[in-house]
């Protein structure tokens, strides 16, 4: 009986937690409210919990989506997931859109001063780019990943792609200008040896965040770079033989995410594999079910840090 006469009574406990969770009130007002101190109230609000005085509910799609992002998490050894909700009438569009809003977001939270930041092309990241706050600004360099596509889409062009980021955050703009695909090892060889290239290779190799999407080949062959005069009949041909499960800053990768032993590898003016594992933070955006076995390879390959995918997605990469 005498040790329940020092401990605090559920109705403090109760006005305590309804004070704070309930009316909004800080700690610092409820403290001096009720002539309690810091560490009791702590105390107090802790209790609350434990013994269900107060209880919390994370409402649906949102508790749903977090237990993806933690078992995709623990799955991948990844940092950091998020998983976007959707709805049935949501359009492939409209769920690009939102998975981009939300790299955005995830993107400018981690920003920082001294960062050099790498890009690559696409529409995912086009719709990325958009939706940046142009109020962040960052002291930080913005540089193209890889070379340019001939014939594809203008404003989904990685070099600009990179210009609108730097723009966006009031940073420095670096741009490969070459064709992403040279016409043979030759000349690949050529344009390594030039001044602007071999600077930028040095940048390549110190950048700290990496932003991406993904293009898939597998099982249906819809990349981006199908669509393109990138590849010709052989090529797609061949990659189907060699199994290509997707492709990455223009690196064709198999189901292990590691690239596929093919002409274009020799032939590619892009970042190498070996250098885009090493960046510290790899930001891999992307939505569709399709895309699923692809992301699976990105994954198993190392070549994400960081993932941002619809909900759809997420389920499919977690069976």
Partial sequence: MKSEVYNQSNCIVGTVAYQYYIEGKTRAEIAQDLNLSHSTLSRLLKRAREEKIVEFRIAEPYLSCHIKEEDIKKKYSLRYVVVVPTSEGDSDDDIKRQVAMEGARYLQRVIRDGDTLGFTWGGTMYHLIQYLNPCRKVNARFVTMHGNIEKCNKKFEVEALVHRAAMAFGGKNISIRENGLCSSREELSRQMESSEIKNIQMILKRITIAVSGIGSLYPVFDS????????????????????????????????????????????????????????????????????????????????????????????????
């Fill in 224 to 319: 981006p770079l199908a669509t393109t005069n990138y590849l010709d009949e052989e090529g797609k041909n061949l990659l189907k033989e060699k199994k290509a499960y997707g492709d990455i800053v223009l690196r064709f990768i198999d189901k292990n995410g590691e690239e596929c032993d093919t002409p274009y590898k020799d032939r590619t003016l892009a970042i190498s594999l070996e250098d885009y594992r090493r960046i510290p933070c790899k930001i891999l955006v992307a939505s569709g079910v399709q895309k699923a076995n692809t992301m699976k390879a990105a994954l198993k390959g190392k070549l994400a840090d960081v993932l941002v995918v619809d909900d759809k997605l997420a389920e499919k990469i977690i069976s």
